[in-house]
């Protein structure tokens, strides 16, 4: 069973920083393109960053330049740094593979950006 669970959102000021953590258990990370996703209330849920087998990324454009994803193997953790953050990165953040498996969305960990 494939189980992710995500953590370190919480408040920041506009032009703070997070990082954000995903605990994957059932599923090596290392074996699949993993991703970051966000969703708003009303909004569909959209893909923010992603990291390939061989360490391929891409970002959204809106966070291109501010986020980075890593992934550490030995830990089976993907991570995502935020920086210059801004009250439209305000979002429920989520990680999964990339295609998500559906069985396999967390709680998500809550990301507000505001003064």
């Known amino acids: 069973q494939v189980q992710l669970v995500e953590s370190g959102g919480g408040l920041v000021q506009p032009g703070g920083s997070l990082r954000l953590s995903c605990a994957a258990s059932g599923i090596a990370v290392s074996a699949y393109g993993m991703a970051w996703y966000r969703q708003t209330p009303g909004k569909q849920r959209e893909l923010v960053a992603y990291?390939?087998?061989?360490?391929?990324?891409y970002y959204a454009d809106s966070v291109k330049g501010r986020f980075t994803i890593s992934r550490d193997n030995a830990k089976n953790a993907v991570y995502l740094q935020m920086n210059s953050l801004k009250p439209e990165d305000t979002a429920v953040y989520y990680c999964n593979q990339n295609p998500p498996r559906e069985s396999s969305w967390g709680q998500g960990t809550q990301v507000t950006v505001s003064s």
């Open positions: 990291i390939g087998k061989s360490y391929s990324t």
